[in-house]
Structures are given as C-alpha cells and as structure tokens.
C-alpha cells in the first residue's frame, strides 16, 4: 500500500507562483509514474501533469509552459511548479501515482490552491 503525504499550495495573487510537493511512502521500486490532477468547484477532476520513470513528462494544454513537473525517482516525491498562476488554476491539487504500469492508482488527499487578488 502506497500512501501519498502532500504539501505547498496556498493562496497567491493572479500571476504569482507555488509550488507544490509529494511524497509517497510504502513502495521498495522508483514508482512508474507519479503526478498532478486538480478538480475545481462543480468541475470534473482533470490531469494537470505527470512523469515517468524514464523522467518523460506530459502536461495539460492550459499548463504548458507555466508549469513545470519534477521527480526525484530515488526518493519517490514529485514536485509542481506553478508559475504565472491564472484565477482558473483554482482547485484542489492531488498527487496520484502507479507503482508499475497497469497498476491502481494511489491519491493523496489534495491541496487547495487559490489565485485571486
């Protein structure tokens, strides 16, 4: 069993930037991928970044090139950087990953984050 502790997030001023962590426990193996989803109010969960193993990354359209995903394989955590936040990049955040490929998926229990002056 995976368990995924995160942290960062916050509120920030529209153009501002945050970072958020995560860190999974309960896996002997680098994981296959870890990354980010968010899920705004009335709004279906979306992906919002993730990378693998082999350090390949995909993002969301409405991140690129303003978010920029991380991962320290040796220690199993993932990192987020968000920069020029935008009010829509309001939502909860959650850390996801699978241990191998095909495998279930673990979440971590999400972090809010909120852009507005």
């Known amino acids: 069993q995976v368990q995924l502790v995160e942290s960062g997030g916050g509120l920030v001023q529209p153009g501002g930037s945050l970072r958020l962590s995560c860190a999974a426990s309960g896996s002997r193996f680098a994981l296959y991928v870890m990354g980010w989803s968010r899920q705004a109010p009335g709004k279906e969960r979306e992906m919002v970044a993730q990378?693998?193993?082999?350090?390949?990354?995909t993002y969301a359209d409405s991140v690129k090139g303003r978010f920029t995903i991380s991962r320290d394989s040796a220690k199993n955590t993932v990192h987020l950087q968000m920069n020029s936040l935008r009010p829509e990049d309001t939502a909860v955040y959650f850390c996801h990953c699978t241990v191998y490929f095909g495998g279930p998926e673990y979440w971590g229990q999400g972090r809010q984050v909120t852009v507005s002056s």
């Open positions: 990378i693998l193993r082999d350090d390949s990354t």
